[in-house]
């Protein structure tokens, strides 16, 4: 077995994968297109960051992938109806980097109550302010976070502790944690809280929510957080509404446009402006949540290798088996009627007796794994053959 690691992924998912005996390819930028089908020639197992764009094109192209990690929480890069569809796992890890994300959010609260930015702006070009104008503790203050999940829960948490009042808006009814206030609508949020962050995922209903009538609506001297998707927010609005004052600052970690690779040219409006704190995508970015991102992931990768584990995936039917002896068949298929009486009936015309079985299905998929005592060389071929199947492994 062969994997493509992209994006600088850490090394602990190196080492993980190549102990079980899997061939590592690492890479330290981005893919386009192009440049991954040709890369993934041979490879079975795809890990990748937030840059590369795993598309319909490349997973039509690459039949043989058995299963695709995303070493991050979102997996909006991936075309998860075209790996659907091919039956290829996407596995990601939702909580690895949450401490991160969210102790960069508070750093960025404070450093920008704090006005700390143009302070050391002007102390490294020699000027000497010491002036309390502008800045304010963030004890008292109200922070507002848009998007009440992982990330957003447990920065309500750790807000609270700094002595901030915690209200949160969420589509989906959410457990309040500690003393924070739901919101009955984003409007009701904007108009109170003194910080405004960015908690949602990257699903396409989510692009450009938070634009122009958005920036309106926060109060005068608000500051604006945004650790989430690059695509969520109007970058031009967000630039008019820090000129005109209305805004008093903004701390960005993710932008619409992205360099593929550490070291290119960075562009945005956002550039050269004091009250602004921008960061290049570096929210999980710490070497705890990547050491553990890469064991996490490279585990989900592997049991899917040896066990056929789809536990956490995010778009095929969660499987999570127990340890097995003799032969394991697995079956992804289209779930429809009788697929199961088929299949076990292939099993009966082999004589295969079978010692376990599990069916799990999501949506238009559904996902077998069956053990049975014995070698059965000819299984995997019958099985293939029929209708149903869209792809049939034997361990």
């Known amino acids: 077995?062969?994997?493509?690691?992209?994006?600088?992924?850490?090394?602990?998912?190196?080492?993980?994968?190549?102990?079980?005996?899997?061939?590592?390819e690492t890479r330290s930028g981005a893919l386009g297109e192009d440049e991954l089908i040709e890369?993934?020639?041979?490879?079975?197992?795809?890990?990748?960051?937030?840059?590369?764009?795993?598309?319909?094109?490349?997973?039509?192209?690459?039949p043989q992938l058995m299963?695709?990690?995303?070493?991050?929480?979102?997996?909006?890069?991936?075309?998860?109806?075209?790996?659907?569809?091919?039956?290829?796992?996407?596995?990601?890890?939702?909580?690895?980097?949450?401490?991160?994300?969210?102790?960069?959010?508070?750093?960025?609260?404070?450093?920008?109550?704090?006005r700390l930015g143009e302070k050391n702006q002007m102390m490294h070009g020699g000027v000497w302010n010491k002036?309390?104008?502008?800045?304010?503790e963030v004890r008292g203050r109200t922070l507002g976070i848009v998007g009440y999940g992982n990330i957003g829960a447990q920065l309500s948490v750790l807000a609270?502790?700094?002595?901030?009042?915690?209200?949160?808006?969420?589509?989906?009814?959410?457990?309040?944690?500690?003393?924070?206030?739901?919101?009955?609508?984003?409007?009701?949020?904007?108009?109170?809280?003194?910080?405004?962050?960015?908690?949602?995922?990257?699903?396409?209903?989510?692009k450009d929510f938070f634009g122009e009538e958005q920036f309106a609506q926060m109060k005068d001297r608000a500051i604006?957080?945004?650790?989430?998707?690059?695509?969520?927010?109007?970058?031009?609005?967000?630039?008019?509404?820090?000129?005109?004052?209305?805004?008093?600052?903004?701390?960005?970690?993710?932008?619409?446009?992205?360099?593929?690779?550490a070291g290119m040219a960075f562009e945005s409006p956002l550039r050269g402006r004091p009250n602004v704190v921008l960061t290049p995508h570096v929210g999980g970015s710490t070497k705890e949540a990547q050491v553990d991102i890469g064991r996490f992931v490279a585990g989900k990768m592997l049991d899917h290798l040896t066990t056929g584990g789809t536990q956490m995936s995010v778009n095929v039917p969660q499987i999570a088996p127990e340890s097995f002896k003799g032969t394991r068949v697995l079956h992804m298929h289209h779930n429809v009627p009788g697929v199961m009486a088929r299949l076990n009936q292939v099993f009966a015309q082999h004589d295969g007796n079978i010692t376990f079985q599990t069916l799990a299905t999501r949506g238009h998929l559904g996902y077998a794994i069956t053990d049975v005592s014995g070698s059965h060389p000819n299984l995997e071929g019958e099985?293939?053959?029929?209708?149903?199947?869209?792809?049939?492994?034997?361990?």
């Open 131 to 136: 002036s309390a104008e502008g800045s304010h």
């Open 39 to 62: 890369a993934l020639q041979g490879v079975e197992l795809l890990g990748i960051r937030s840059t590369t764009h795993l598309t319909e094109k490349v997973i039509k192209a690459c």
């Open 160 to 206: 609270e502790s700094f002595g901030m009042s915690v209200i949160f808006y969420d589509l989906v009814d959410k457990l309040a944690l500690g003393n924070a206030r739901r919101c009955d609508s984003l409007e009701e949020l904007l108009r109170e809280a003194d910080v405004v962050s960015l908690h949602v995922d990257g699903r396409g209903a989510n």
């Open 1 to 24: 077995m062969k994997a493509l690691l992209l994006e600088n992924i850490h090394s602990e998912a190196t080492r993980i994968l190549c102990e079980a005996g899997v061939e590592v």
């Open 224 to 261: 604006f957080l945004n650790l989430a998707r690059g695509h969520v927010y109007d970058v031009d609005a967000l630039v008019r509404h820090l000129d005109s004052g209305h805004l008093a600052g903004a701390g960005i970690d993710v932008f619409p446009s992205e360099p593929k690779k």
């Open 67 to 114: 299963a695709v990690g995303c070493f991050c929480i979102g997996t909006n890069q991936v075309d998860l109806a075209a790996a659907s569809a091919a039956g290829i796992p996407v596995f990601n890890a939702p909580y690895s980097n949450t401490r991160s994300v969210v102790e960069l959010a508070l750093a960025e609260i404070i450093t920008l109550a704090r």
């Open 383 to 395: 099985l293939r053959e029929l209708d149903e199947t869209v792809w049939v492994r034997v361990i």
